[in-house]
């Protein structure tokens, strides 16, 4: 899953971006409201976690412009204010929740779950594919009842062909919400994590992960030609 952070304060940012991807998710750092509104515009990401008080606008003023826009993104908004009416006001610009500086990171990372089952549709916290099932809260991944020992990267790129099971996903795709902005669109990065992710995935089972040549992969159950 794919984040945008948007937080003018380096040292807060560097912060929860390491530990955001520690726990799997590809994480954008914007800092500042016109630099956090054109990255929400041009890309597509699953959550934005924008704080209240950006430089040059402010995160009402660019969570009022990205759902004026029509952005239906999940956004959680961070900010020092812990007035009623600052809470409020974030909500009706259009934020789906708000949490308080100083917070725990245990708890941001219970809302940023919380809000990507949400999405734009209500997303189960299990995901099984046939033997295969993802507990997308613990990030435990096991096959057949075997846990199975995967690497940050390994994991979000199969919760992303999890959460599109039966669907053919492109290389764009995955790129869009799997890495982050500094990834090479010429590396052969996704091809090896799709080869690395076989050999744990599948190795003495039936074959769950496919390429579709041309078109990009899936993760659906039953026989290769159903």
Not at 116 to 143: E, F, N, Q, Y
């Amino acid at each position: 899953m794919r984040l945008l952070l948007a937080e003018d304060e380096a040292a807060i940012a560097a912060v929860i971006a390491k530990g955001l991807r520690e726990q799997s998710y590809a994480v954008d750092v914007a800092p500042t409201g016109p630099t956090a509104l054109h990255e929400a515009s041009t890309n597509e990401y699953d959550l934005l976690i924008l704080d209240v008080l950006l430089p040059q606008r402010d995160g009402f003023s660019v969570c009022r412009e990205l759902r004026d826009d029509g952005v239906a993104t999940p956004i959680l908004m961070l900010t020092a204010r812990d007035a009623v009416h600052d809470r409020v006001r974030g909500l009706d610009s259009g934020a789906d929740d708000y949490l308080t500086k100083p917070f725990d990171f245990e708890e941001l990372l219970a809302r940023v779950r919380a809000l990507l089952r949400r999405g734009p549709s209500l997303r189960p916290s299990v995901i099984a594919v046939d033997d295969l099932v993802l507990d997308t809260r613990t990030r435990r991944v096991t096959r057949g009842g075997r846990p199975l020992d995967l690497t940050a990267k390994e994991y979000a790129l199969l919760e992303y062909l999890a959460r599109r099971q039966d669907e053919i996903v492109t290389r764009a795709e995955i790129a869009e919400h799997v890495w982050d902005a500094r990834f090479d669109a010429f590396s052969n990065r996704i091809e090896v994590y799709v080869q690395r992710l076989r050999r744990k995935v599948d190795d003495g089972h039936r074959p769950l992960i496919r390429t579709r040549r041309g078109e990009g992969y899936t993760l659906r159950a039953g026989d290769e030609d159903a």
